[in-house]
Structures are given as C-alpha cells and as structure tokens.
C-alpha cells in the first residue's frame, strides 16, 4: 500500500502533467480563425507575386486582346499582312460569322499568360481584331513581303504576336487511333515543319 508522500507526490504530477502540446489550437472557433489566419496571409503573398487569379486574368487579356491593326481591303492578298481567318458560310440557318482565335486554357492560367507552343484554336465570333484572332501570312520558301499570294501556293500562318517574341505558326496535327474519322485539331507551332503548310484556293465553284 503506497504511504502518504508517494500518493501526494503522485496527485501533484497529475495535476501539473501537460495533456495537450502547446500548438495545439482547441475548439472549431480556433480553428476556422487559424484557417482564416493562414488564406490571408496566402491571399497576400499572392498578390505580392502577382499570382492571383484576377491578376493572372487581367494579364491574359491585356495580352490576347490587345487591338491590332488589319491590313486594308484589296482584291489580292498579300504575305507578312495583317488579316482574319473568316470560317466559311455554314450551310445550317445560322449566320454568325465566325472567325479563327487561338485560345487559352482555364488551366493555362496559372502557367502562362500569353500564347505558346501547344496552345489551341476555337471559332470565335469576336470580330474585332486583336491579337488572338489576327495572323499573318508567310512563304515557307523564302521571304516574300508585300508579295501577292496565289492560289494553289504553299503558305504558312502565323499569329500576330507570341509571349516569347518567337514567331508561332498553325501546325496540324497528326491523326491517331481516337482522333481517327474527325478533324484534325491545329496547335500553335515554333517548328514550321510540313504540317504547318497550308495552300490557298478558291472557294468558288
């Protein structure tokens, strides 16, 4: 049977013990404040960075939407021009015209805020000319400025303006077995390689 000091000796360790180590934040009270603590000072080194997402957004559209000048309307088309890609007329009831735009991924945000190797085209709608939708026209053989296109010529396309200041080209990409039957998809291209020439025709019949 313990004696009277070592029941003493043992009440007061139990009394003084530490239960919890001293981070330990107790209660849901303490902890969203320690949540709020934490995405403030986050939302904060963010924006000291220039990594926030309306940041990121703003810059994207600085970049892409940028105005850009057309070269003027003439009966022939000339290489290292200014011009917009027109879809032709659909044969179904609508009749907005659409026109090719190169695009920036949701996810593309966060990486690069300008276009690069690998991004992608859509049809837009967006008629006034900006940088996403504003390409020029060049030889693949030699450079032709101010040189009237033929038809029937071999050509390339490449967008206004990059985010690295290399030129960036259409590139078609190759068919696959589950692209197979569909369309092939255009990318942006550093490599003006034969999938990035293109020939011009007439579309009238």
Not at 65 to 79: D, H
Request: proline share 4%; aromatic share 10%.
């Amino acid at each position: 049977m313990a004696s009277r000091r070592e029941q003493q000796e043992r009440d007061e360790m139990l009394q003084n013990r530490i239960i919890y180590s001293l981070p330990t934040r107790m209660g849901n009270w303490n902890e969203q404040l320690a949540l709020r603590e934490y995405e403030t000072a986050m939302a904060k080194y963010k924006m000291q960075h220039c990594r926030l997402v309306v940041q990121n957004v703003k810059k994207v559209f600085h970049s892409v939407l940028k105005p850009t000048s057309l070269a003027v309307e003439a009966p022939s088309v000339q290489f290292g021009l200014n011009y917009q890609l027109k879809a032709l007329a659909s044969p179904s009831k609508d009749t907005t015209s659409l026109y090719l735009s190169c695009l920036l991924n949701e996810t593309d945000n966060d990486v690069i805020q300008h276009f690069q190797q690998g991004c992608c085209f859509s049809a837009s709608p967006l008629r006034i000319p900006c940088v996403r939708n504003t390409f020029r026209l060049r030889s693949p053989i030699h450079d032709e400025v101010d040189q009237r296109v033929r038809y029937g010529q071999d050509l390339l396309i490449e967008i206004y303006e990059s985010g690295d200041g290399e030129p960036l080209f259409l590139r078609s990409e190759n068919l696959s077995t589950d692209t197979f039957g569909e369309h092939r998809a255009i990318r942006m291209s550093k490599f003006p390689d034969i999938y990035c020439r293109f020939f011009s025709m007439s579309t009238k019949k």
